[in-house]
C-alpha cells in the first residue's frame, strides 16, 4: 500500500465514527436508511452531504466544519470502503 493509499478516508475509519447511535436510528426511521452501512450512505452521500452542509442534518445541531470536511474528503476520493 503505497502512503498515498494510507492517507485516503475509508468509510469504516473516518466517516461512520462521524454518525452517531441517534443519528443512525434516526435515519432508520425516518428515511430508511442505516448510516453506519456503507451502502446506504455511499448511495445517499450526495444528499446527506447537502443536509450537513445547510445544517439540517444532524437535526440537533450542526457539524463543525472539520467533520463536513471529514465527509467531503471521502466523497473526493471516490467513497473508499
Known amino acids: 500500500m503505497s502512503a498515498s493509499e494510507d492517507q485516503r478516508p475509508s468509510f469504516e475509519q473516518d466517516v461512520k465514527p462521524l454518525f452517531r447511535e441517534r443519528d443512525r436510528s434516526s435515519m432508520l426511521s425516518v428515511a430508511k436508511f442505516d448510516l453506519w452501512e456503507y451502502d446506504d450512505v455511499a448511495e445517499h452521500s450526495s444528499a446527506i452531504l447537502g443536509r450537513?452542509?445547510?445544517?439540517?442534518?444532524?437535526?440537533?445541531?450542526?457539524?463543525?466544519?472539520?467533520?463536513?470536511?471529514?465527509?467531503r474528503a471521502w466523497l473526493a476520493a471516490g467513497r473508499p470502503a
Open 52 to 71: 450537513i452542509e445547510d445544517g439540517s442534518m444532524p437535526c440537533d445541531g450542526e457539524w463543525p466544519e472539520e467533520r463536513v470536511a471529514r465527509f
